[in-house]
């Protein structure tokens, strides 16, 4: 089974960086797609960026645009999220997941929570 462990987060003030780190573990990791999501207790999982595990190719949500850098280490079986000039309401808990498809195909890890405040 393959196991996600996401770290990196704290409190950041507004402004602020950030790189959040998503390591998996497991024999039956060989995802098309890595992908980065955040929750906050008001909002569903929403997508935030995303990378071809093969060529690297990526994209990300619009608000993320010029923001969020997406990179990974195949090597290492780790993906990296970059966030730059953090605001209050990039406050989330950041989880990372493979995808087939629209298919989500690993169980979630715990996330790591990012508070961004003064």
């Known amino acids: 089974q393959v196991h996600l462990v996401e770290f990196g987060g704290g409190l950041v003030q507004p402004g602020g960086s950030l790189r959040l780190t998503c390591s998996a573990s497991g024999r039956d990791f060989d995802p098309d797609l890595m992908y980065w999501f955040r929750q906050t207790p008001e909002k569903e999982r929403d997508f935030v960026a995303g990378?071809?595990?093969?060529?690297?190719?990526?994209h990300f949500a619009e608000d993320a645009i010029g923001r969020v850098t997406i990179s990974k280490d195949r090597a290492k079986n780790t993906v990296y999220l970059d966030i730059d000039n953090l605001q209050p309401e990039d406050t989330a808990v950041y989880y990372c997941n493979g995808l087939r498809g629209a298919t989500i195909l690993y169980p979630w890890g715990q996330g790591t929570r990012v508070t961004v405040s003064s």
């Open positions: 990378i071809d595990w093969r060529t690297g190719s990526t």
